[in-house]
């Protein structure tokens, strides 16, 4: 049976699709309409123009090219596919390619039965017929032969049977099968959207992030597939990868999911976090909704976990799935996420990563891999690469040294990294302390080794930043670490840069994440300063520890940080028991509700995050003068009462998903906010006008604040304002007409607005270079938007009332008007001298582009369905 591999060296592609066609039963009529429709799906489409090409028994460089470099080939095999010498060179191509790893491919069989491509017979035995006339038995035919053979095994959409109603799917591959279900169809484009929709799932995902400096990965990663592709191989097959904390398990279940992620029907990498592990019964639901969502990519809402376990047999018992399931601690998790093999797809792979082997003792003998230290040599070098900053091999001064550290980490990739990046920037001296101090500490005591790395932090802000942030439980968004951090008094970008420098913490896709052993000697630290009484303690990040010192109002002034890991929802506590936490930085008690007295509460608060705020109004006597971060999403808040003048050091306030919110507060008083958002504040309609006054407010969102009339005139006084977001304000009337007075915006959002034309004023915005307009009823832009003289992007997609533009500004870089509709003109482009991207695709009505020949920054060019009549 035939399979597809992938593999993702580097996970770049100049294209989602590479499309194969042939002849005019389909070139003119279903090829048309599927390339249309991939790309007005947002697939970066290339189609081979056959009439272009050659007969000449070679591919062209362009179109060898635009095979290799793209990520999926759709193949339409009509009956006379076979006749086409190129489209068989096309197909040779193609398939050699997704042998190396490098292209997925899905046939479609139009009016062709799969076994007639894959034995040749039919009309393909024709064809060949006449091309062994032309070529006798030679290389090039045999060629042809085994790439149809190939071809004709894997899984593709079967359109033989359009006239009877069905949607049949030819699934015979075992490593790679997409399962479209059969459902009565009339129409053509009902295979068209299948095809969209599984294309588009492939092209969605994502690898994981391996780190930059890993050591024997591939050889291990090698075995591990192998374990996976057992006989037989439709089977569902559980591998389960055990072995110490820091040994490198997620690291290599990582790299195999990488490997072969791109060979299934859908896939997933679930990390299953200390904060679910808290939570019982209600972790394991959230489990198996992340499951569900991340296979099916949609909301599946799980009442127990009996539910639960219907769900996933019901949903995926057809699909043909790859899961990775790391830190499994329980069997209870196995369970409920994978307890039985026939909740799967023929064909799915589960890859379940613990340092509990018992919890893998269902599982068959040939389904255990056992992740083991890494060996002396490989040692050294993961030592090596962090010590001496990329170096394979130690200085020869620090030879000796060296191997004595690496024998102490005892082959632990973790503490390799960790004490490689302390000792990276140390002279000689501090390395001979650090190997009197690893000789001390028992082989087996690994939280000791890493404490090493914290120990040695340059001064007292850093560790503490550091053991703030062993508070929370998982993956951070980089700007809301930033926010938090900056908001506590640090400084961000330097601190920060010196824990991911030091190996404790690491900076993924704008992500800040710690490996769960580093997290759990950061919280020994602060364990120790209190064995046995929380409240004594800097930092509080357990739940239970949480409720005891609120409850028992146990709180001393220990207490600086106070990060709830999961939810507290119907918990109700007296604001009594704050009393006494008198140097409370940073607080973030989500669904908790608080009652009682709130003056002279939170004195040094300085970051205070309550989503889901219960209370209807926030009291008029919460005073938080040296506040500077309030996060208060999606709070039952009706009016926020407090005045703000009582929080002059706030800098950020983010009342998002505020639903039952109805007005702003007054401003009145607080000078230094920064970023103010109300975000899908969907009940919104008042904007103070004391919002004005704000002088230094950088950021504004109201992004689907759908029933939000009007702007108030004072607005246009922010001379600060950078950032302005209004998108999907659907009963926004108008901008205020004195817009050109923010001097400072950059960027300003009116995506999904109603209203037709901007103020003339808006080509003041001397600062302005990104316009965003897409799906908005704007009819046309300012005469004179060309005196803007710093734009660089104008986003137009979807604009169906626009029907034409005025000249543009030199500066603009980036042009995206697709499926403009009415648009009819556009002004002479050859003044944009700096046009990189420019997208017209669909817009119709447009007969005449003016000034292409003298756009020589362009790039990037569609101008697929546009009818040019004259192009000059």
């Given at each position: 049976m035939a399979t597809q591999t992938f593999n993702l060296e580097s996970f770049t592609w100049d294209f989602d699709v590479f499309l194969s066609s042939r002849g005019e039963g389909t070139s003119k009529t279903f090829t048309d309409h599927l390339h249309l429709a991939l790309c007005e799906s947002g697939l970066n489409t290339f189609r081979d123009n056959e009439d272009e090409l050659r007969e000449g028994g070679f591919l062209s460089p362009e179109l060898k090219g635009a095979i290799e470099s793209s990520r999926i080939s759709v193949i339409v095999l009509s009956n006379d596919y076979a006749s086409s010498g190129v489209c068989l060179d096309q197909l040779v191509q193609i398939v050699e390619c997704k042998e190396k790893g490098k292209l997925m491919v899905f046939p479609v069989f139009y009016d062709v039965e799969p076994s007639q491509v894959r034995r040749q017979s039919g009309d393909y035995g024709v064809a060949f017929a006449t091309h062994e006339q032309r070529f006798g038995a030679s290389d090039k035919v045999r060629n042809w032969r085994d790439a149809l053979t190939k071809v004709g095994n894997l899984s593709g959409w079967d359109l033989g049977?359009?006239?009877?109603?069905?949607?049949?799917?030819?699934?015979?591959?075992?490593?790679?099968?997409?399962?479209?279900?059969?459902?009565?169809?009339?129409y053509e484009s009902k295979f068209i959207d299948a095809i969209i929709k599984e294309v588009q799932l492939v092209v969605?995902?994502?690898?994981?992030?391996?780190?930059?400096?890993?050591?024997?990965?591939?050889?291990?990663?090698?075995?591990?597939?192998?374990?996976?592709?057992?006989?037989?191989?439709?089977?569902?097959?559980?591998?389960?990868?055990?072995?110490?904390?820091?040994?490198?398990?997620?690291?290599?279940?990582?790299?195999?999911?990488?490997?072969?992620?791109?060979?299934?029907?859908?896939?997933?990498?679930?990390?299953?976090?200390?904060?679910?592990?808290?939570?019982?019964?209600?972790?394991?639901?959230?489990?198996?909704?992340?499951?569900?969502?991340?296979?099916?990519?949609?909301?599946?809402?799980v009442g127990s976990e009996a539910e639960g376990i219907m769900l996933i047999k019901l949903w995926l018992q057809a699909k043909k799935c790859l899961i990775v399931l790391d830190n499994l601690e329980h069997l209870d998790q196995f369970n409920a996420l994978c307890g039985e093999r026939d909740w799967f797809?023929?064909?799915?792979?589960?890859?379940?990563?613990?340092?509990?082997?018992?919890?893998?003792?269902?599982?068959?003998?040939?389904?255990?891999?056992?992740?083991?230290?890494?060996?002396?040599?490989?040692?050294?070098?993961?030592?090596?690469?962090?010590?001496?900053r990329g170096l394979a091999l130690p200085k020869e001064e620090f030879i000796g040294l060296s191997r004595g550290i690496v024998t102490y980490c005892g082959g632990l990739p973790?503490?390799?990294?960790?004490?490689?990046?302390?000792?990276?920037?140390?002279?000689?001296?501090?390395?001979?302390?650090?190997?009197?101090?690893?000789?001390?500490?028992?082989?087996?005591?690994?939280?000791?080794?890493l404490k090493i790395s914290f120990d040695g932090l340059p001064d007292d802000r850093t560790k503490a930043l550091f053991l703030d942030l062993v508070c929370f439980p998982h993956a951070i968004f980089k700007d809301t670490v930033i926010q938090i951090v900056e908001a506590m008094g640090y400084f961000a970008t330097i601190e920060i840069r010196r824990l991911v420098d030091k190996c404790l913490i690491n900076y993924y896709d704008s992500q800040i994440s710690m490996h769960s052993l580093i997290r759990e000697m950061g919280r020994e630290v602060v364990r120790l300063e209190s064995p046995n009484n929380p409240g004594e303690r800097s930092r509080l990040w357990c739940s239970r520890d949480i409720h005891n010192v609120l409850i028992g109002q146990k709180g001393t002034p220990m207490v600086e940080v106070i990060v709830?890991?999961?939810?507290?929802?119907?918990?109700?506590?007296?604001?009594?028991?704050?009393?006494?936490?008198?140097?409370?930085?940073?607080?973030?008690?989500?669904?908790?509700?608080?009652?009682?007295?709130?003056?002279n509460l939170f004195k040094e608060l300085k970051c205070f995050l309550w989503n889901h705020c219960p209370l209807k109004y926030m009291p008029s006597n919460f005073h938080l003068k040296?506040?500077?971060?309030?996060?208060?999403?999606?709070?039952?808040?009706?009016?926020?009462?407090?005045?703000?003048?009582?929080?002059?050091?706030?800098?950020?306030?983010?009342?998002?998903?505020?639903?039952?919110?109805?007005?702003?507060?007054?401003?009145?008083g607080v000078q230094n906010l920064e970023s103010l958002s109300f975000a899908f504040c969907s009940s919104l309609m008042k904007v103070d006008s004391s919002i004005g006054g704000l002088g230094r407010l950088v950021r504004l969102d109201f992004t689907d604040c759908?029933?939000?009339?009007?702007?108030?005139?004072?607005?246009?006084?922010?001379?600060?304002?950078?950032?302005?977001?209004?998108?999907n304000c659907?009963?926004?009337?108008?901008?205020?007409?004195?817009?050109?007075?923010?001097?400072?915006?950059?960027?300003?959002?009116?995506?999904?607005?109603?209203?037709?034309?901007?103020?003339?004023?808006?080509?003041?915005?001397?600062?302005?270079?990104?316009?965003?307009?897409?799906?908005?009823?704007?009819?046309?832009?300012?005469?004179?938007?060309?005196h803007l003289s710093r734009l660089e992007k104008i986003m137009l997609a979807d604009c169906k009332n626009l029907e034409m533009l005025p000249q543009l500004p030199p500066s603009l870089g980036q042009l995206w008007a697709s499926n403009c509709k009415s648009m009819e003109k556009l002004p002479n482009l050859s003044n944009l001298a700096k046009l990189r991207q420019l997208d017209l695709r669909n817009c119709r009505k447009l007969k005449d582009i003016q000034g292409l020949e003298n756009l020589h920054s362009l790039e990037d060019i569609e101008l697929r369905g546009v009818h040019i009549e004259r192009q000059a």
């Open positions: 049977d359009v006239a009877d109603g069905y949607c049949p799917y030819h699934s015979l591959s075992i490593i790679s099968s997409l399962v479209i279900n059969y459902a009565p169809i009339g969605s995902r994502v690898p994981m992030c391996v780190p930059k400096h890993v050591v024997g990965l591939e050889s291990r990663v090698e075995h591990v597939v192998q374990f996976m592709c057992g006989e037989p191989e439709n089977d569902v097959r559980m591998i389960g990868i055990y072995g110490m904390g820091g040994i490198g398990k997620t690291t290599l279940a990582k790299a195999v999911y990488n490997k072969l992620f791109g060979c299934f029907e859908r896939s997933c990498f679930i990390e299953i976090r200390s904060d679910i592990l808290e939570q019982k019964n209600y972790g394991i639901k959230v489990l198996q909704e992340e499951l569900l969502r991340n296979l099916l990519r949609k909301e599946i809402k797809g023929a064909g799915s792979r589960l890859i379940l990563t613990t340092r509990v082997a018992d919890v893998l003792k269902i599982l068959k003998k040939d389904e255990h891999y056992e992740a083991k230290e890494l060996n002396s040599k490989e040692s050294l070098q993961l030592f090596s690469l962090h010590a001496f973790l503490a390799l990294e960790v004490i490689g990046a302390y000792l990276s920037d140390k002279l000689k001296e501090e390395w001979i302390i650090t190997f009197e101090k690893l000789k001390r500490i028992p082989r087996n005591d690994i939280q000791n080794k709830a890991n999961s939810p507290m929802e119907n918990m109700s506590y007296d604001t009594r028991a704050f009393k006494n936490m008198e140097n409370l930085r940073l607080l973030q008690i989500d669904h908790v509700r608080l009652h009682g007295n709130f003056k040296k506040l500077v971060h309030l996060e208060l999403l999606a709070s039952n808040l009706k009016k926020f009462v407090a005045p703000l003048k009582y929080f002059q050091g706030l800098k950020s306030l983010d009342l998002s998903f505020s639903k039952r919110l109805t007005r702003t507060p007054d401003f009145g759908v029933k939000l009339k009007k702007l108030p005139n004072s607005l246009c006084q922010l001379r600060s304002l950078q950032e302005l977001d209004v998108s659907l009963k926004l009337e108008e901008l205020p007409e004195e817009m050109g007075k923010l001097i400072s915006l950059v960027s300003l959002v009116l995506e999904s607005t109603t209203f037709h034309y901007l103020p003339s004023s808006v080509t003041s915005l001397a600062s302005l270079k990104h316009l965003y307009l897409d799906e908005s009823n704007i009819r046309g832009l300012p005469a004179n938007i060309s």
